[in-house]
Nanobody
């Protein structure tokens, strides 16, 4: 059974950094999504199960990096130069693509709050 657990969220000042973790029950292609307050859940980044390919939303390119440690079945999202508009609940999920419909297993989410 697929199981995902996110961690690493918290409160940070604008310009700061956070690293989110997604611990999985196996080796899967993983996407990160986020849901800002009052808004729809949106794609952030994706990594193939092998680590060979990654993709990012335009809003985070150059600031966020997705990578994985397959020995630990864990996917990370390194977030640098954070902005208040990055404030959201961040979710990891198993699947492909930029649409929510491409993902069928989700974690419980972790809150990221960026203060100005």
């Amino acid at each position: 059974q697929v199981h995902l657990v996110e961690s690493g969220g918290g409160l940070v000042q604008a310009g700061g950094s956070l690293r989110l973790s997604c611990a999985a029950s196996g080796r899967y292609s993983i996407g990160w999504f986020r849901q800002p307050p009052g808004k729809e859940r949106e794609f952030v980044a994706h990594i193939h199960w092998s680590g060979s390919t990654t993709s990012y939303a335009d809003s985070v390119k150059g600031r966020f990096t997705i990578f994985r440690d397959n020995a630990k079945n864990t996917v990370y999202l390194q977030m640098n130069s954070l902005k208040p508009e990055d404030t959201a609940v961040y979710y990891c999920a198993v699947g492909f693509g930029v649409a929510r419909s491409g993902y069928n297993f989700w974690g419980q989410g972790t809150q990221v709050t960026v203060s100005s």
